[in-house]
């Protein structure tokens, strides 16, 4: 799981929040036999504030040195990469000290001094780390936080540069990629119950150095804006299970993106060390939470301080999680198959008969790595056609998100097994079409969207509906009543609308005025329960919903013996009837409900219909949201 929190304080905070990134969470070794643990009075001393205030590091052990490191170029420029973070070199970055420059700081009392990204492994992973010892899981661990952090570097930072003014006096900014940055490792190994938790918190610094070498703020707005944190922990997940079944464990799915746990592990022991779990569970049943955004809150807002427990405490928690659920028969089970399929590789190389027969059997329950290649130029085949249905552009990291999140798993692929693949794509079948190469699309994407454009070239005087009176309509927000009226005036003959709030208002005004003009409507809408067979047979209450309006319009305007007659179909429902070569019944204006859930074929047939019956169309999009209620 990856999860990212931006880091703001006043200024002159940033030796606060190295501190608690140093100094406040690892208080014990679980590795080691005598989980050292601070003691009471050296918990006592500490300066604890709420929030950031003190955390990471105390562990007194030879082994938990290498758990805390700096990463990325801007630390190698500046000497530090792969060192060990100390609070005063953490401190000092985050207060904008770029080796002997100083970013300028500015008055904002909530600068922001980096972003927090936290990736925590599976809870199997820390029991089998910490409860039963084996040390190999944590540098599974590291190795996919380094990956996913490798990937964030390459596609998320940028630097603002100043570009001068525009005509009203406002800064022009240009936001360009800069992968010169700097961010400082720190594994944590408990969760705030106390649970064993292997978590890393890579603080992301706000700097970076422009061109000119100068130091400067930088932002990642990007990750925010594109919700690329879920393909970054995919990123972790795949990487940190691949990395688990080469130490000889068998794993489960759990999730979509990636999440696993290791075979073997019952759920009462998960249950066990999963007090802070159980107790997001547990409030998100109080309030009845779904939204994902509403979890996240309750996970936030319902946490304790980290709890310092004493040395006997947890070590009484643990040791009795032990002899409850004994795990070291996994452990070593996982060396054995180890030793075993080294064994029968090492007799696949050998030309006597029995061994290669031998070997061919364990070569039969795991893929080879030619295999593994096919797999993954399969994935990445699948997850371009399949963003193709729904757009004309592609980007690297939307193939690469899309086949992890849903053609890996079941392959056991990693981002460096899919990146691979990618990269081996004939250089003719992604079109570049900017000039720095990070948007593409292929020859069918090309082709449909030429379709499309000229489909929707027509300008002709026949699409205007010159309204003598616009129809009084309280319940339509003005902002939308005035551009639908600008709309029915307008020679274009396809539209685009996005309205604020629901379209049911807006549809309704614009079937109002047409139908007053005696002209026609025909309405497509993606939702199931507006199909005509429905309308007609479910009774509901006037003008609460789509269902309501388009029985009132649709209907009631044709029983009356008027002459106009409105249709009402699904984009499913219409598309086949084009398919099908059904006779259509003219229409003045053919309105697309909810159109961004189209596909791109979609599009394409309810375009080139428009333009073949000479019928004016019209997207119509929501601005908040999908729904019509």
Known sequence: MLKVTKLSTSVGGAAKTANYYKTHDKKLDAISPNRELFKKEELDSLDIEKGYSQYVLEDKDIDTAQYSEWGGKLAEELGLDRKQVSIVDLANALNGKVGDQQIQLGVNKNRKMGDDFTFSASKSMSILAFI????????????????????????????????????????????????????????????????????????????????????RAMTIDKLYDNSLNTYFGSIYQHSCRKGVEELGYETYSVGKHGQFNIKGIS???????????????????????????????IAKYSRNPKAHLSKDKIAQIWDFGKEQFDNST?????????????????????????????????????????????????????????????????????????????????????????????????????????????????????????????????????FQTKLAEAPVDNNIINANKGVALEILESKNQVNLLSVDGSSKDTVEYITKALNSNDKSVHILTSNKENQIHDIENTEVEKDTSLLGLFKSLIFG?????????????????????????????????????QADRLSVDDVVKITEQAKNSNTKLLFLNQKSGLSTN
């Open 267 to 297: 759920q009462d022991n998960l249950d066990y060390f999963s007090k802070r779990r159980a107790e997001i569970l547990k409030e998100q049943e109080k309030f009845k939470a779904s939204n994902p955004n509403t979890r996240d809150k």
């Open 330 to 462: 996994l452990v070593k089970d996982s060396y054995d198959r180890l030793e075993k399929k080294a064994e029968l590789n090492q007799k696949s190389d050998s030309h006597e008969p029995n061994h290669a027969k031998e070997a061919s059997e364990i070569n039969k329950e795991e893929p080879m790595v030619q295999d593994v290649k096919v797999t993954a130029e399969q994935a990445i085949q699948r997850s371009i056609s399949n963003i193709g249905k729904y757009s004309t552009k592609l980007t690297h990291i939307k193939i690469l998100d899309k086949a992890l999140s849903d053609f890996a798993t079941d392959n056991k692929l990693t981002h460096h097994d899919l990146k691979l693949a990618l990269d081996k794509l004939d250089k003719n079948y992604l079109v570049p079409l900017d000039k720095h190469g990070t948007v593409f699309a292929t020859q069918e994407m090309i082709g449909k969207e030429k379709s499309i454009n000229d489909n929707v070239q027509n300008i002709s005087s026949s």
């Open 557 to 593: 305007k044709q029983e009356e013996g008027g002459g106009v007659h409105n249709q009402i179909d699904t984009v499913g429902g219409y598309t086949y009837k084009l398919n099908n070569g059904s006779q259509l019944a003219k229409t003045d204006l053919l309105i697309v409900d």
């Open 132 to 215: 039963e010892g084996d040390k190999r899981l944590i540098d599974v661990h590291k190795n996919a936080v380094k990956e996913a952090m490798d990937e964030v570097v390459k596609n998320v930072p940028e630097l603002r540069i100043y570009k001068g003014r525009d005509g009203q006096g406002n800064p022009i900014l240009e936001n360009v990629a800069t992968d010169k940055v700097m961010y400082a490792m720190e594994t944590h190994k408990v969760s705030r119950e106390g649970d064993p938790q292997i978590h890393d918190h890579v603080i992301l610094v706000n700097a970076t150095l422009d061109e000119n070498g100068k130091a």
